[in-house]
């Protein structure tokens, strides 16, 4: 311990603390154990002053901190289970970092010099505001008012407060998750400034529950509100991005990267109890993994990959999402009805001091992660229109109530949508058929559609999966049978491991674009935009997008060359969203306009086209009829015509006045 004491003294400020188990302590001295933990507010004091009277051969002299470390089970506590029987007791809490203030000083002694007689007064500040002498004790009389604050003699400390929210994932039933205040002074804040301020980490604090002070109010209230002294901040390591790899780990991550199966592998891993969808899988996976973030003077380019599942009810996309946020370290889950300062940031009144403060949404707490998004459909328009900085740019301004800001979103988005009616319609546009606004639908690298479709042979394999499923839950209800997924179904991985290969891939693997892989992609992007086509096909935006594909496919395999495998890989996936969604029925070709605007360039030039004819009609206006002999001379068909004209008419761009059958357009 004495060892302990010098290194600490030796390295001081930076060093400013001296760790203590409490396991150790409870082989040497039981008793002590048990005050510590009933008082360890009156502990530690004593135990600061005790250490801080110990000889050491440095200067200016150190001034150190005990960290206590090593607390037993019993000390574990959630945020909801706080009561006022906690009062002074020391307990462990799992939360997030919610918001943190900055550092500033708070008194601990100060002293008062009297303005009459300069007398020098100490006084202990354990109240919420500043508490001056009663009265002079050379003029022995009380003077208020009468007394001068001399800063640099008094006793100061360092604190920083921070605000905590429980884990989702501790939860026994979804609900509101709770919050506490807690608050570290003096070591502690120098210690773990960097990751208190890492809004979104996950963290195992100790310290003993006491009460905020009041506000200052006319009397004291009643009602207190609880919160943490904390003495001891600490990463939680298999929850987040700081997942410790032991070397056995990478060994196995490795070995498995190296069997052929490998990238089907991790495909069947994933959502075992969702039959097939190996397509809308594998690209889940291209997704979870990303590309390579360039950071290029003057020039950013995202690496994460975008990616929206557009299916029928019962398809499973849900399910889908919620599998692959178990996987994926700092993802954040959000659900229906989010809205823009969910996703992104709001600004709110700080319970602290009363100011305005920015707390980030999902999207920034999901930073160097995965927010995943479920009815993406059920946001506002303007509330859509909010996301388009956080998804291309990956980050969001916010310029409220004082506040000029801007969060990273450095995360990559995997959504899910529901049709407006229902069912989806191949012979639709998707855009027309979801309630997504067209530049937030540009956005996303991948749409993919997930229809309810007739298979015998899958219909019985799904089934088969979903009773094995239910039986398994019901023997382990009745105590018969374990819980784990692998009594359901076999899987080649299992949690913990993907878990820690996405964490290993994400770190090392950096693959680099060779000239074969190039080539072959650029070639998928030339022939789609054939010389003399008057539909666009795809776009730079699109082959960007494919890049990606290419570089998340080479992580996949550990590679750190985007091989002609990728390339294919990459390709394959992105036809199957370019077939699902682009595909235009009336030429037969894939087209992009009509995935981001519902519209083809074919179909815009007849709407000019009907549009010019009615405008330039006399009163009462053009028929149907009239519209449909005027747009056969440039070879449209009736069908077509009709449907155009109706869908002008829904659109607003044509009325028929009263209760005629005459079309005009509107001015």
């Known amino acids: 311990m004495l060892a302990d004491i010098q290194v600490a003294a030796s390295t001081w400020p930076e060093t400013a603390s001296v760790t203590v188990d409490l396991r150790q302590v409870d082989v040497a001295n039981p008793a002590l154990t048990d005050e510590v933990l009933l008082h360890p ?18 200067e200016p002299r150190p001034r150190l901190a005990i960290r206590l470390r090593g607390a037993p089970e019993s000390c574990r506590a959630a945020v909801r289970d706080v009561r006022s029987k906690d009062l002074g007791r020391l307990i462990v809490v799992d939360a997030v970092i919610r918001k943190a203030t900055a550092v500033k000083a708070l008194f601990a002694e100060a002293v008062y010099e009297c303005k009459v007689c300069t007398t020098r007064s100490h006084v202990l500040q354990d109240e919420a505001h500043m508490q001056e002498p009663v009265f002079c004790e050379v003029c022995e009389k009380p003077r208020q008012g009468a007394w001068r604050l001399l800063e640099e003699e008094s006793r100061m400390l360092n604190v920083q407060r921070v605000q905590l929210e429980e884990l989702t994932e501790t939860m026994e039933v979804p609900a509101q998750p709770q919050r506490i205040q807690g608050y570290l002074t003096n070591d502690d804040v120098i210690n773990h400034e960097k990751l208190l301020n890492e809004v979104g980490s996950r963290v195992r604090v100790t310290g003993f529950v006491t009460l905020l002070p009041p506000r200052k109010t006319q009397g004291k209230p009643v009602e207190r509100d609880f919160c943490l002294h904390l003495f001891d901040v600490a990463p939680l390591d298999e929850s987040h991005t700081r997942i410790k790899l032991k070397p056995e780990d990478v060994e196995a991550i490795q070995a498995a990267a190296n069997r052929p199966t490998h990238v089907a592998d991790l495909v069947a891993s994933l959502a075992p109890h969702l039959a097939g969808l190996e397509v809308e899988k594998e690209a889940m996976w291209l997704a979870m993994v990303g590309g390579v973030e360039k950071a290029l003077e003057g020039h950013h380019a995202r690496g994460d990959i975008h990616m929206l599942l557009c299916g029928d009810p019962s398809t499973g996309k849900s399910q889908l999402l919620k599998a692959a946020q178990s996987i994926v370290p700092r993802s954040v889950f959000a659900g229906s009805r989010s809205s823009a300062a969910g996703l992104t940031a709001a600004v709110v009144r700080d319970d602290f001091d009363g100011q305005w403060t920015l707390e980030p949404g999902a999207m920034p707490l999901a930073d160097r992660g995965i927010c995943f998004v479920d009815e993406l459909d059920k946001m506002d328009e303007e509330d859509q229109n909010a996301m388009h ?11 409220m109530a004082g506040i000029n800001a801007t969060l990273k979103t450095r995360c990559g988005v995997i959504a899910a949508c529901n049709p407006k009616d229902g069912r989806f319609s191949p012979y639709e546009p998707l855009l027309h058929q979801i309630r997504l606004t067209p530049p937030l639908f540009s956005r996303f690298d991948v749409i993919l559609t997930l229809t309810e479709k007739v298979d015998p042979g899958r219909d019985l ?16 209800a009745n105590g018969q049978g374990p819980r784990s997924r692998a009594a359901t179904v076999a899987t080649p991985y299992e949690l913990a491991f993907l878990r820690k290969f996405v964490t290993y891939v994400k770190a090392n693997v950096h693959p680099i674009l060779t000239q074969e892989a190039e080539d072959h992609i650029t070639a998928f992007y030339l022939d789609l935009r054939r010389p003399g086509a008057q539909e666009v096909s795809i776009t730079t935006r699109q082959y960007e997008g494919l890049i990606r594909l290419c570089e998340a ?9 985007i091989a002609m495998e990728d390339a294919r890989r990459a390709v394959a996936v992105y036809r199957e969203f370019l077939q699902r969604v682009g595909l235009d029925h009336e030429t037969g070709r894939l087209n992009i306009d009509l995935i981001f605007s519902g519209t083809t360039k074919a179909q815009a030039d007849r709407y000019k086209l009907i549009v010019q004819y009615v405008r330039g009609v006399a009163k009462p206006g053009a028929t149907m009829q009239m519209i449909v002999d005027a747009m056969k001379a440039i070879g449209s068909t009736e069908e077509q015509t009709r449907k155009d004209v109706v869908h002008l008419y829904e659109q607003g761009s044509l009325y028929r006045p009263g209760t005629r059958d005459h079309y005009q357009v509107l001015q």
């Open 389 to 399: 900085q956080a998804l291309e740019q990956q980050e969001t301004t916010i310029n």
């Open 461 to 476: 394999e799904k089934a088969r999966t979903i009773a094995r499923a239910h039986r398994v839950g019901q023997l382990h």
């Open 41 to 58: 507010g009156r502990a530690l004091r004593i135990a600061n002053k005790a250490l801080n009277e110990i000889e050491v051969a440095y």
């Open 553 to 561: 496919s080479a992580r996949l395999r550990l590679s750190g060359t």
